[in-house]
T-cell receptor, first 115, second 111 residues
Framework: GAGVSQSPSNKVTEKGKDVELRCDPISGHTALYWYRQRLGQGLEFLIYFQGNSAPDKSGLPSDRFSAERTGESVSTLTIQRTQQEDSAVYLC?????????????FGPGTRLTVL | ELKVEQNPLFLSMQEGKNYTIYCNYSTTSDRLYWYRQDPGKSLESLFVLLSNGAVKQEGRLMASLDTKARLSTLHITAAVHDLSATYFCAVVSGGTYKYIFGTGTRLKVLA
């Protein structure tokens, strides 16, 4: 596709359930980023992939959060045993190179609501 | 740790007026980005500033970067209602891959 896509666009789940959020980056973009944005807040960096590797996972809020990327393409962010505090919009972005100052292109986000 | 601050956080202005949004960051960087976010939407890239003294303009918006002062400005000229949105700056610390975003400036242009 022409841009970054994310699915689902909205997810409502019950506390304690696991959820998977998907990101399809722009074809050829080697760098992929996940962010969390709480209502009315800025963007909180979660994790970054260069290719299929995640050099720094320190932004993940807890061990309930994990992410993977395969084929230098699709990435999945998994949240286990969801809590109400996990409710937010999860944004994915991709860029061509992480060293060259190239801009990030953002997907539309997944709005997660934990009841 | 790199910190990015924007001010003001909220800005309400009349159409036709000029104003400037400021983005300060705490450590050395020569890469700064400005994004726009409409309510309920994702982020749209506005400007990429890659060197000291860089200035870019698009329509009524102009962005500049002063790496020595660790400051970027987003200047709005003769504001129109369509510019109402939240504006974020983001900085990449030298030698890293992390984009650190500012708190955002929520701009409302009154007709």
């Amino acid at each position: 596709g022409a841009g970054v896509s994310q699915s689902p666009s909205n997810k409502v789940t019950e506390k304690g359930k696991d959820v998977e959020l998907r990101c399809d980056p722009i074809s050829g973009h080697t760098a992929l980023y996940w962010y969390r944005q709480r209502l009315g807040q800025g963007l909180e960096f979660l994790i970054y992939f260069q290719g299929n590797s995640a050099p720094d996972k320190s932004g993940l809020p807890s061990d309930r959060f994990s992410a993977e990327r395969t084929g230098e393409s699709v990435s999945t962010l998994t949240i286990q045993r969801t809590q109400q505090e996990d409710s937010a919009v999860y944004l994915c972005a991709s860029s061509l190179f992480q060293e060259g100052g190239y801009e990030q292109f953002f997907g539309p986000g997944t709005r997660l609501t934990v009841l | 740790e790199l910190k990015v601050e924007q001010n003001p956080l909220f800005l309400s202005m009349q159409e036709g007026k000029n104003y400037t949004i400021y983005c300060n960051y705490s450590t050395t960087s020569d890469r700064l980005y400005w994004y726009r976010q409409d309510p309920g939407k994702s982020l749209e890239s506005l400007f990429v500033l890659l060197s000291n003294g860089a200035v870019k303009q698009e329509g009524r918006l102009m962005a500049s970067l002063d790496t020595k002062a660790r400051l970027s400005t987003l200047h709005i000229t003769a504001a129109v209602h369509d510019l109402s949105a939240t504006y974020f700056c983001a900085v990449v610390s030298g030698g890293t891959y992390k984009y650190i975003f500012g708190t955002g400036t929520r701009l409302k242009v009154l007709a």
